[in-house]
């Protein structure tokens, strides 16, 4: 039998699975009312999503990884300026 943080750690992997999904598939999409059903049913599962790692936080089954420093994120915001895209 699964304990509570296996299934908590299975459900976050299956709804980021889908997140993913979504996004290709919206991506993909021509047809404007599948897209925007598909943009609902995106949200839906991000709220989702969010409650569940609400959980997963709060029983200490998830532990974030440490905030990026300032000269962390300055670093890769300079990967991303056009000159250095060239």
Do not use: W
């Not at 993909?28 to 049913?41: F, G, H, I, R, Y």
């Not at 709060?58 to 000269?71: I, L």
């Amino acid at each position: 039998m699964m304990d509570e943080k296996t299934m908590v750690s299975d459900a976050l992997t299956g709804i980021n699975s889908e997140l993913k999904m979504y996004a290709d598939c919206i991506a993909q999409s021509e047809n404007p009312q599948l897209k925007q059903t598909l943009k609902q049913m995106r949200n839906k599962a991000e709220t989702a999503q969010e409650q569940i790692y609400q959980i997963a936080r709060e029983k200490s089954y998830y532990v974030p990884a440490a905030k990026a420093t300032a000269e962390e994120i300055a670093h890769v915001k300079s990967l991303f300026q056009p000159e250095s895209m060239l």
